[in-house]
């Protein structure tokens, strides 16, 4: 299968706790998306990524996220002290075009 | 600012009934207009998109859209929805900006009753 997987599908942390998620994008593809989706609602944009260079950031991505893609390949999303606000659905989306193909996502919950 | 409006929350229809779901949108420029669907715990699956040419687009499941340039509208139809069209819909405004980030809609959730 040659689509966007993300690990892990599913996260349960307490509150404070660091978290980090992985996205493996479509291998071809230069740009790379972090989306946050809350229930009820549509993905919220977070950041992205062309090639390994982080070139934007949403106002939703507070001090506590952090956003890599070291190789210009995979790419982690890190979220330290956790807090029961950051429970969502994230979601990672890669590009080579104007069209987006987006992974199944990684549920974190924070108790 | 971009922006996706999507009017209807959830809309339900009977199966064999033809669908409507509605999307407006805000953008400065031509937009790159796209729409999702996603089911219970899936990732969200493209539909059709609208980049240029004719404003009369189709898409996978037999849906389809037409882009309103004079309405901001680009809604999405179906002749006749079936029972596992029961889903989320979600209307999305690529920006040319920022790496063409999707600016997404609310969502609408479609229920089809038998």
């Known amino acids: 299968d040659t689509g966007v997987s993300q690990d892990p599908r599913h996260k349960i942390t307490k509150r404070g706790q660091n978290v980090t998620f992985r996205c493996d994008p479509i291998s071809e593809h230069n740009r790379l998306y972090w989306y946050r989706q809350t229930l009820g609602q549509g993905p919220e944009f977070l950041t992205y990524?062309?090639?390994?260079?982080?070139?934007?950031k949403s106002r939703l991505l507070s001090d506590r996220f952090s956003a890599e893609r070291p190789k210009g390949s995979f790419s982690t999303l890190e979220i330290q002290r956790t807090e029961q606000g950051d429970s969502a659905m994230y979601l990672c989306a890669s590009s080579l075009t104007n069209e987006q193909f987006f992974g199944p996502g990684t549920r974190l919950t924070v108790l | 600012a971009q922006s996706v409006t999507q009017p209807d929350i959830h809309i339900t229809v009977s199966e064999g009934a033809s669908l409507e779901l509605r999307c407006n949108y805000s953008y400065g420029a031509t937009p790159y207009l796209f729409w999702y669907v996603q089911s219970p715990g899936q990732g969200l699956q493209l539909l059709l998109k609208?980049?240029?040419?004719?404003?009369l687009v189709q898409g996978i499941k037999g849906f389809e859209a037409e882009f309103k340039r004079s309405q901001s509208s680009f809604n999405l139809r179906k002749p006749s929805v079936h029972w596992s069209d029961a889903a989320e819909y979600f209307c999305a405004v690529g920006a040319i900006t920022g790496g063409f980030k999707t600016i997404f809609g609310a969502g609408t959730r479609l229920f089809v009753k038998a």
């Open positions: 990524f062309q090639n390994e260079a982080q070139l934007e």
């Open positions: 609208y980049f240029s040419g004719d404003t």
